[in-house]
Structure formats: C-alpha cells, structure tokens
C-alpha cells in the first residue's frame, strides 16, 4: 500500500514538472518572439531600403494594429519577390523587365491598399477588427448593396451566417478595388506606350509586359465574376450545408482551380491543401483578434500608472505582434504560392 502510495505521488510529481517545464518552454519561445522581434526593428525591418521607408511611414498613420501587421505580411511578401527578383537580374534572367515590372505594380497595389500612394480617396477608412460591423461599412458597388440588402432581411440565414456571408461580401469588395488599381496601372503604361511612335527592340518587349498585365488582368476578372455569381446564388438560396470550404479566399480558389486544367487527382490534391490552407488562415483569424484585444487592453493600462501591469501588458503585446505578423506572412507565401499554380492551370485550358 505504501508503495503504491509512493508510485502516486512520484506520478503526480513527475506530471508537475513536465507542466511547469513546458509552461517554461512556451514562456521562454514567446519571449524569444518578442526579443527576435525587438532586435530586428533595431536593425531595420526589411533588407529593402525602400521598404523600410514605406514601413517608418505607415507607422505615422492611424492603422490599427492588425492592419499594420497586414502591412508588414504584404511588405515581407514584397522583400521575398524583390530579393528573388535581384538575384534573377544577376544572372541575366530578366532581360525583357517583365518581373520587375509586375513588383513595381504590386507595390502601387500595397501602396493604394494601405492609403500610402498620396491620393485621398485611396486614404482606407480603417476599423477596429472586432467591432467592424455590417452596419459601420459600406460595399461601394450598388448591386452588391442590393444583394446583401435582400440576404440580410431573406430570414434564410443565422446571425453566424450572416457574419460569414458580410465577410465574403468584403472579400469581393477587395478585389474588385485591386483589380480597379492595376486595371489603373495598365491604363497609364498603354498610355505611354502609344505616345512612343517608332518602333524597336523595346517597344515590342514593352508589348509582352503589357500581354502579361492583361492576362493578370483577365485571370482577376474572371475571379470576380465568378465570385459574383456565388455571392448572387449564396444571397437568394442560402447556404448550402454541403459546402467544403468557409473561408472567401478558400472558395475562391477552389471555384478557379475546378475551372483549370487539372486531373482528378490533382484536384483531389488541390483540394487537400486547400483544407490545411483554411486552417491556416482560421489560426492567423485567432491571432488578428487577441492582437486586438491585447492593444485595446494596453491603451487602458497606460492611462493607470502601474508600471508592472504596463510591461506586462507590453510584452504580451509584442509576442501577439510578431506572432500575428509571422502567421500572415504565411498565409499570403501560401495564398501566392496556390494562386500561381491555378494561373498556370488556366493558361494550359487557353493554349
């Protein structure tokens, strides 16, 4: 009986230290989040110096947190192509500028995105993450308004339903704004181009980045219409409890990649990554929102003077930065890294 006894509270024992010691680990890698984070601002946040300087002004605007950490992924997206790009030009494989021609587009797109490019109807009215609400926004577009105008007095959906359809409605919203600021871009390199009036070498490479900005364009406002038509069919029938997928940019994909020229078994694994690629963006959701918490609980603490709960109200706010930032670097390299294999999947169905 005593051991017995014995054997308990060594197990009990044993249990303790294990939980303290990965309480210890989680600690220690979440300060290490905060600390690699913390070091690399004193260094400079990019290896781009033009990056740098778009990142030291956008601290100067009123962003919310979350969209700074949005900023961040779309800028360290930027760097990743950037340094791509720069070693490409080195070994001589960008002759005709077609790539470096495609970042300084995406850049204007980060650019008008984050109300960074000096117009002020591109300024974004920014939200809070949490309270941004149906009734706090507005679509833009006039058949849009009218379709979820109808989805929202229908009595088809639930109070959950309604927040998840709100989003795809925000989702299409953003892509039709993009598509309009490179159709933008496109419009004013043509314009240039028919100013130029002898022909050469270059012009006619001028005309292959221009086919290829078309092609981006196409491929966007197919993804637009038939996101439309979804958004068209998901308003008037409701949703259908079959539907694999939740997240817009998950349905997106995979409403394109049924459309490309992929074999059953590609689509099947098509459709596999895209069930992890949806966890990933759920997970980076879930930081989003206690990135948020964690600010509107930092501004309270600053105004109490208790410097212990400030710092640790500070630190916890570093690791969910760096932790909200990381993950939405992921989930963009992956959404990249998907979307081009589409593209090249549709491609093959023109050819």
């Known amino acids: 009986m005593a051991a017995s006894r014995a054997l308990a509270a060594l197990g009990a024992a044993l249990l303790l230290a294990a939980s303290v010691q990965a309480s210890k680990y989680s600690r220690e890698a979440n300060e290490g989040l905060a600390a690699a984070g913390a070091k690399r601002r004193e260094a400079g946040e990019f290896r781009v110096v033009r990056l740098n300087q778009i990142w030291e002004k956008a601290q100067r ?6 969209k700074l ?3 961040h992924s779309d800028l360290k997206i930027q760097e990743k192509d950037e340094l791509s790009w720069k070693k490409l030009k080195a070994e001589g494989l960008d002759e005709d500028g077609e790539k470096e021609a495609k970042l300084r587009r995406n850049l204007n797109v980060i650019m008008t995105k984050y109300g960074m490019n000096g117009k002020k109807d591109s300024q974004l009215v920014d939200t809070n993450y949490i309270k941004d609400g149906t009734e ?10 009218k379709l979820w105008s109808k989805a929202k007095t229908s009595g088809k959906f639930s109070d959950e339903e309604l ?7 925000k989702h299409h919203k953003e892509k039709i704004r993009e598509y309009n600021i490179l159709l933008e871009t496109v419009s004013r390199t043509e314009d240039i181009h028919k100013n130029v009036i002898n022909p050469s070498e270059e012009n006619l490479v001028k005309e292959e ?14 993804s637009i219409n038939q996101g439309f038509e979804r958004l068209r069919k998901v308003s008037h029938q409701g949703y259908d409890t079959t539907s694999e997928f939740e997240e817009p940019r998950v349905i997106d994909l995979w409403d394109m990649a049924k459309s490309a020229n992929f ?3 590609e689509l099947e694994s098509f459709r596999e990554e895209l069930k992890h690629f949806e966890a990933k963006i759920e997970k980076h959701h879930h930081y989003q929102k206690q990135l948020e918490i964690s600010h509107q609980k930092l501004k309270h603490v600053e105004g109490t003077g208790d410097k212990d709960h400030l710092n640790r109200n500070k630190e916890k706010y570093a ?6 930032k990381e993950l939405g670097y992921k989930v963009k390299k992956h959404l990249q890294d998907l979307s081009s294999r589409i593209s090249q999947g549709l491609q093959h169905n023109e050819l």
């Open 263 to 265: 074999t059953e078994k």
């Open 319 to 324: 690791m969910l930065e760096e932790k909200t």
């Open 136 to 145: 706090s926004d507005t679509l833009d577009d006039p058949r849009l308004e």
């Open 61 to 66: 605007l009123h962003l919310s947190a979350v």
């Open 163 to 169: 927040d998840k359809l709100w989003r795809e409605f």
């Open 209 to 222: 980045i221009l086919h290829n900005k078309h092609r981006e364009l196409k491929d966007k406002l197919r």
């Open 69 to 71: 950490a949005e900023l």
